[in-house]
Antibody, heavy 124, light 107 residues
Framework: EVQLVESGEGLVQPGGSLRLSCAASGFTFSSYAMTWVRQAPGKGLEWVSAISNSGGTTYYADSVKGRFTISRDNSKNTLYLQMNSLRAEDTAIYYC?????????????????WGQGTLVTVSS | DIQMTQSPSSLSASVGDRVTITCRASQSISTYLNWYQQKTGTAPKLLIYTASSLQSGVPSRFSGSGSGTDFTLTISSLQPEDFATYYCQQSYNTPYTFGQGTKLEIK
């Protein structure tokens, strides 16, 4: 059974940093690309970032580019999101999700399994 | 960025009803369109990928169609567990973008 478990929830001041983790099990982690999607309170879904299976290719939404860094450790079956220079508008539940393919981006791919999400609150 | 627009934003229906949700892309995306279901307080769940392929384990009352810019998600006979919010998402190019969601409520 595929399981994705996020951690790193927290309250951080504007300008601060936080690192999220996503522990994966139930599939060959090193064979699949992964992604982060966020959802602000009461709002819709917003794609944040994606990474190829090897970690060699990464993609970011413009809203987080230069502030967030996605990475992975295939030896630990873990995905990360390092978030710096946090803003109030980054407040959201952050979901990690498994992608259907190994590429960081490919036409026609999709997010077939999702974690339960972890809440990031940016407030003074 | 490709804009995805869903209609309606909310919908009231009864158990047993046939329901259709529409998603329109701001440019042609071929069939690179996915549908997700999200129940309150839980993570999204993949229902349909590449416009019309049913994800494993998803009931056959769910179906998807469309290509180019116009897509539909149809639930043939609503069940109590189907009341949720539905999102479309394009995977034609990055950034991946989602529709604003359609909240399906009990009438």
């Amino acid at each position: 059974e595929v399981q994705l478990v996020e951690s790193g929830e927290g309250l951080v001041q504007p300008g601060g940093s936080l690192r999220l983790s996503c522990a994966a099990s139930g599939f060959t982690f090193s064979s699949y690309a992964m992604t982060w999607v966020r959802q602000a309170p009461g709002k819709g879904l917003e794609w944040v970032s994606a990474i190829s299976n090897s970690g060699g290719t990464t993609y970011y939404a413009d809203s987080v580019k230069g502030r967030f860094t996605i990475s992975r450790d295939n030896s630990k079956n873990t995905l990360y999101l390092q978030m710096n220079s946090l803003r109030a508008e980054d407040t959201a539940i952050y979901y990690c999700a498994k992608k259907s393919l190994n590429y960081g981006y490919m036409k026609g791919d999709y997010f077939d399994y999702w974690g339960q999400g972890t809440l990031v609150t940016v407030s003074s | 960025d490709i804009q995805m627009t869903q209609s309606p934003s909310s919908l009231s229906a009864s158990v047993g009803d046939r329901v259709t949700i529409t998603c329109r892309a701001s440019q042609s995306i071929s069939t690179y369109l996915n549908w997700y279901q999200q129940k309150t307080g839980t993570a999204p769940k993949l229902l349909i990928y590449t416009a019309s392929s049913l994800q494993s384990g998803v009931p056959s009352r769910f179906s998807g169609s469309g290509s180019g810019t116009d897509f539909t998600l149809t639930i043939s006979s609503l069940q109590p567990e189907d009341f949720a919010t539905y999102y479309c998402q394009q995977s034609y190019n990055t950034p991946y973008t989602f529709g604003q969601g359609t909240k399906l409520e009990i009438k």
